[in-house]
């Protein structure tokens, strides 16, 4: 691999824009017997190539569609079963001299409360974080000289420092910050984050250009190598985004694939996860209220059915930029991960009068509690189990490790129980009395499903350990 700090000099971009054009103009108004070809490829759980995917993204048969939908909905079964990861964003600053043209904290928002939290406050928003029973956390930071990588990895420290009563510790820091170089990957490493999040916002140059107007986020090329040097620092959990709604979104569904492809040829490993935030209206930016490529909900929803088909073991993330009903029809066809009672401004958890639109760095569409999102995921005709498992992470099993695990049925073998376990300690230790009552059925219903008498009596034994006051097993 070439060296991925020298952007600019000997790297080059690995997103062929004429490829991918001549690919999804060949795409265009494909037949429905190579629709049901690519829909059979991918049942094989074996992944699509990105010009397949475009394929399925450029049908128009409703009928095909919905058999789209349905083979996502049966791969996501298959690998990932009823398991649903959880976790809370922390936004530690808001302090920006990027001027992204769709974000709330870009330098010219003169309206914008600017915060950096002290170590007692992040204290502080960890402790309410803790209390309401989330155990993995997102640290969100805008771009600021003064954050440098030692800044960053002692955010990381302060938050795992934080021990409230019962079972409140926080077992995995991700973070979504400005692309550091080698050395500050390393320093983000040895605190022990879990995955580093960077989205490319869009792999076209041009469009990037026009909304990247200043600052370090101008060069497309150190933000599309940032993977590579955060895999060169040992960080083997890393997660890609796009922005959706800057550039046409088959376009940038493409453009991520091919990132997951050149990360996984150079690095040995692809995506650990990949995001897909559609733009929402932002305070100081008129970019955000209308963007110039707005999906609907229905070709939204066959965006993540077909990233779920195209990479079938890659962590598909959904924020609370989407609103409640749409999350659920969303998890349905792919999704593995949701934040949940996200407050998107620093300091916002420990806020008396939270709610401030003058410092949220976009409008939330999912505004419940945490306990009202997973009463709702355990409710009715969900069963999902909501799962804060770290397991993996802390046994060493990321990277290209954990990708050949999962290929083997490992999620539901060992990550559904282990979430199973998860769960229990939520119920024991912050549901509200409804949802507790109900989470104890799912339980119950779980533990009868487990055909293998030994793995039955094991999970079950460790509940009944979990009743009697221990944690954290797994
Ligand atoms: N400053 C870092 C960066 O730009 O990579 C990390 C923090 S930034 C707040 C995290 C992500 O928020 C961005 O990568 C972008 O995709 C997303 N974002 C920014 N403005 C948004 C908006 N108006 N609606 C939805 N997502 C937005
Ligand atoms: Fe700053 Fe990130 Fe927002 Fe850009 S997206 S203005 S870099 S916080």
């Given amino acids: 691999m070439k060296n991925s700090n ?41 992944g699509l ?18 058999e789209i939908f349905e083979t996502a909905m049966e791969v996501k079964k298959g690998i990932y079963g ?40 992040i204290h502080k928003e960890v402790e309410v974080l803790e209390k309401i029973g989330h155990k993995r956390l997102l640290l969100v930071y805008g771009e600021h000289p003064k954050y440098n990588a030692e800044w960053i990895a002692q955010t990381v420290r302060d938050v795992y420092s934080v021990t409230s009563d019962k079972s409140g510790e926080i077992r995995r820091v991700n973070i979504n910050c400005a692309p550091l170089d080698v050395k500050g990957f390393k320093a983000l490493h040895d605190v022990g984050i879990g995955t580093y999040q960077c989205f490319q916002e869009s792999y076209h140059q041009e469009t990037y250009k026009k909304v990247h107007i200043a600052g370090k986020k101008t060069d497309y090329l150190w933000r599309l ?11 083997d959990d890393v997660g890609m985004g796009a922005l959706f709604g800057l550039f046409d979104p088959i376009f940038e569904v493409m453009g991520l694939l091919y990132h997951a492809k050149q990360l996984e040829k150079d690095c040995g490993v692809g995506p650990h996860t990949i995001s897909f935030p559609r733009l929402e209206p932002a ?13 609907s909900n229905h070709n939204f929803k066959k965006i993540v059915a077909v990233l779920r088909l195209a990479v079938p073991y890659t962590g598909l993330i959904l924020t609370t930029r989407e609103n409640a009903e749409f999350r659920k029809e969303l998890l349905e066809v792919g999704v593995s991960q949701i934040s949940a009672g996200s407050r998107t401004y620093p300091g916002a958890y420990s806020d008396p009068q939270y709610d401030r639109p003058d410092v949220q760095q976009f409008c939330v569409g999912d505004s419940r509690s945490l306990d009202e999102v997973i009463r709702s995921l355990i409710s009715g005709d969900q069963n999902y189990v909501p799962s804060w498992c770290t397991a993996c992470y802390r046994l060493g099993r990321t990277g290209e490790h954990f990708m050949e695990l999962a290929k083997t049925g490992f999620i539901q073998k060992f990550c559904l129980p282990n979430g199973l376990l998860t769960f229990k300690e939520y119920l024991e230790d912050y549901a509200s009395e409804e949802t507790k009552k109900i989470g104890e059925e799912l339980i119950r219903k779980e533990l009868e499903s487990y055909a293998d ?6 999970l079950t034994d460790r509940v009944t350990r ?8 797994y």
């Fill in 6 to 46: 020298n952007s600019g000099n000997d790297l080059k971009s690995f997103i062929d824009e004429e490829l991918i054009w001549s690919e999804m103009e060949k795409a265009t108004n494909p037949a429905p017997a190579q629709v049901r070809d690519i829909l059979a490829k991918a049942k094989e759980r074996k």
């Fill in 466 to 473: 979990m009743e009697a006051g221990e944690r954290d097993l």
């Fill in 225 to 235: 190598y940032a993977m590579h040097r955060a895999q060169e620092a040992g960080i």
């Fill in 283 to 295: 305070q100081g930016s008129d970019l955000a209220y209308n963007p110039p490529y707005l999906s």
């Fill in 82 to 121: 009823n398991r649903l990861v959880l976790f809370a964003p922390l936004y530690i600053s808001n302090e920006c001299v990027n001027q992204c043209a769709y974000c709330g904290f870009n330098a010219k928002n003169t309206d914008l409360e600017r915060r950096t939290l002290s170590p007692e406050e």
């Fill in 49 to 66: 190539t990105p010009f397949e995917a475009a394929v399925l993204l450029k049908n128009t048969d409703k009928d095909l569609d919905n």
């Fill in 453 to 458: 008498p030994d793995r039955r009596n094991l």
